[in-house]
C-alpha cells in the first residue's frame, strides 16, 4: 500500500528528470551553434582580433541588429537576406550552426565530451583554410585538453609515421604543410584505422566536389574536418 502512494511521486520526479535532461540537451544545442559561430568570426578575424569588433554585414558592412546574430533562427528571421543591401546570404552559416549545435548535443549523449577541444581545433582550422587557404599552427594548442585527457590511449607511432610518411610524400607530390600537420594529428589522437577511413572518406569528397564543379580544390582541411566527425560519430556508435 505504501508502495502505491509513493508510485505517484515517483513518476513526477521521473517526469521532472526527464524534462531537466531535454532542457540541457536544448542549452548544449545552443551552445554548440554559438561555438561554431565564434570560432568563424576567430578564424575570419585571426590575427586582427578585436574585443570591440561588431557583427556586421560582409556585402555593405552594416552593424547587425541583436535578433540577427541569433544562431540559426536569426538568418531566417531577415529571410537569408542583408536587410540594407539585400543581399543573399550564405546558408552555410547557419547550417554549420545546426551541425554544430547537433555535434555537441551527440557528444553529451554519449558522455564523451574529451574530444571536443579537438573538433574545435579543426572547425577553425577548417574556416581559416576556407577563408583564406591557410592557417594558424597556434591554433593546434586548442587540442591540448583532448591529449591531457586522453594520454593513455595516444598513437605517438602512428602519428609520427603519418607525418614522415606524408613529408616524404611532398617531395613528389604538392601537399599541404598544414594538411599534413593535421592528418599526422588526427592518426595521433585516433590511431591507423580511423586515419585512414577519414583520409579515404575526404579524398572521396574532393573527388565529388571535383565532379560537380569540375574545379579542383586545394583546400582540403574543411573535407578532413567532416570526413573526421563523420567517421567519429559512426565508430563511436557501432561501439
Given amino acids: 500500500m505504501q508502495l502505491l502512494k509513493s508510485y505517484p511521486q515517483f513518476l513526477v520526479i521521473s517526469i521532472e528528470v526527464i524534462k531537466l535532461r531535454y532542457f540541457l540537451y536544448l542549452l548544449f544545442f ?26 556586421h554585414c560582409d556585402y555593405c558592412g552594416r552593424i547587425l541588429r541583436w535578433f540577427e546574430i541569433i544562431p540559426i533562427i536569426g538568418y531566417f528571421i531577415v529571410h537569408g537576406r542583408c536587410s540594407t543591401c539585400k543581399n543573399q546570404l550564405s546558408f552555410l552559416y547557419p547550417f554549420w550552426e545546426f551541425i554544430g549545435g547537433t555535434f555537441l548535443v551527440t ?5 564523451d565530451l574529451n ?3 579537438f573538433f574545435m581545433m579543426l572547425i577553425i582550422l577548417s574556416f581559416s583554410d576556407y577563408y583564406y587557404g591557410y592557417i594558424y599552427p597556434i591554433f593546434y594548442l586548442i587540442a591540448l585538453p583532448t591529449i591531457f585527457l586522453n594520454h593513455s590511449s ?20 604538392l601537399l599541404g ?3 599534413i600537420e593535421v592528418l599526422a594529428i588526427i592518426g595521433f589522437l585516433l590511431g591507423l584505422s ?15 566536389i571535383f565532379l560537380i564543379n569540375k574545379k579542383r580544390s586545394f583546400r ?20
Fill in 220 to 239: 582540403f582541411i574543411p573535407y578532413i574536418t567532416i570526413a573526421t566527425g563523420i567517421i567519429y560519430l559512426i565508430s563511436h556508435f557501432i561501439v
Fill in 194 to 208: 580511423i586515419f585512414l577511413k577519414v583520409l579515404l572518406l575526404a579524398c572521396l569528397f574532393c573527388i565529388g
Fill in 154 to 173: 595516444l598513437h605517438l607511432l602512428v602519428g609520427i609515421s603519418i607525418y614522415l610518411l606524408l613529408r616524404l610524400l611532398n617531395y613528389f607530390y
Fill in 30 to 55: 545552443i551552445l554548440g551553434a554559438c561555438i561554431i559561430s565564434f570560432l568563424k568570426v576567430i578564424a575570419y578575424d585571426y590575427p586582427q582580433i578585436s574585443l570591440t569588433r561588431r557583427s
Fill in 177 to 179: 604543410l598544414g594538411d
Fill in 107 to 111: 557528444l553529451l549523449y554519449w558522455q
Fill in 115 to 117: 574530444y571536443l577541444p
